[in-house]
């Protein structure tokens, strides 16, 4: 049998499991495919695949040229970018696993601290023989916005409570009642946008979500508000969110997803000041 581990960048996957016991011929691709004629050529003699979150696609024309594929496996419990109904016609499985929600919760403040108290700013600064840079924003009695109030989405609300936030919450399947009983504020899709001055995405990648944060929530917003994202990168638009970083009409952004990842060399993410 012959197994594809996808979109390892850090090279960590053969660390996390035990996957001798198999009794398997396990690959590691660590580099990203340019294009789908490059995912069929690599991956058409492989049994089985490990697809890392939604960085590869697979839909009916990729699946239906892999002619020894048996099961399709993603990390995480869904992958949009798999043609689900596809592989039930090709009668290859697909599988997602379990996950935890602590690291990403734990990662959004860190890069939601970062971002409101300029930590890489001023870092740079210091190793480049400078000294401190700017004010940086307090986050006690600031208003913590949720987009999204599953299991991640209610971690990051309970740590906001911790820093003295008042937390408030939309989605399009949130009920009030819900979001009262996990001490959290419901409130309109525009109130969330307009009253946040950090704004936490926690949505799964959908029809329904792709391009959910957009321009016209992004003109919403307060210039002094944060913008953090560790969802999927397709949630917010990318052009209109640079366009926001650049004018300034929000304080900044924090990112760990992104519409192509790796993210290219020459994106200009990578160059925003406001951008962390």
């Known amino acids: 049998m012959k197994v594809a581990l996808l979109d390892d960048y850090q090279n960590v996957a053969l660390s996390l499991a035990d996957w001798e016991s198999l009794h398997a011929q396990v690959d590691v691709y660590s580099e990203p495919f340019s294009d789908e004629a490059e995912v069929i050529a690599a991956l058409a003699d492989y049994d089985v695949i490990v697809a890392m979150r939604e960085r590869t696609p697979f839909p009916s024309s990729t699946l239906g040229r892999l002619p020894k594929l048996a099961l399709l496996v993603t990390t995480g419990p869904g992958n949009a970018a798999i043609d689900v109904d596809a ?39 210091v190793r480049c023989g400078g000294w401190q840079v700017g004010l940086g924003m307090s986050l006690h009695h600031a208003t913590l916005g949720v987009l999204g109030l599953g299991r991640l989405g209610t971690r990051v609300a309970e740590i906001g409570k911790a820093f003295g936030m008042q937390t408030i919450a939309w989605s399009q399947n949130l009920r009030p009642e819900d979001a009262r009983a996990k001490g959290v504020t419901y409130v309109s899709r525009d109130e969330l946008f307009a009253r946040s001055d950090v704004l936490s995405i926690h949505v799964v990648l959908s029809e329904r979500t792709r391009g959910l944060v957009g321009e016209r929530e992004l003109r919403l917003m307060k210039p002094t508000s944060i913008l953090v994202n560790t969802s999927r990168g397709p949630v917010i638009d990318e052009a209109a969110l640079l366009d926001a970083l650049n004018d300034e009409r929000i304080a900044g952004a924090a990112l760990d997803v992104f ?18």
């Open 259 to 276: 519409d192509r990842e790796p993210l290219p060399a020459d994106h200009p993410l990578r160059s925003v000041h406001n951008a962390v």
């Open 87 to 125: 592989a039930q016609r090709l009668n290859i499985t697909v599988s997602g696993t379990g996950y935890f929600s602590h690291p990403t919760a734990e990662l959004t403040w860190g890069l939601i601290l970062s971002a409101a108290r300029l930590i890489p700013q001023n870092v740079e600064s």
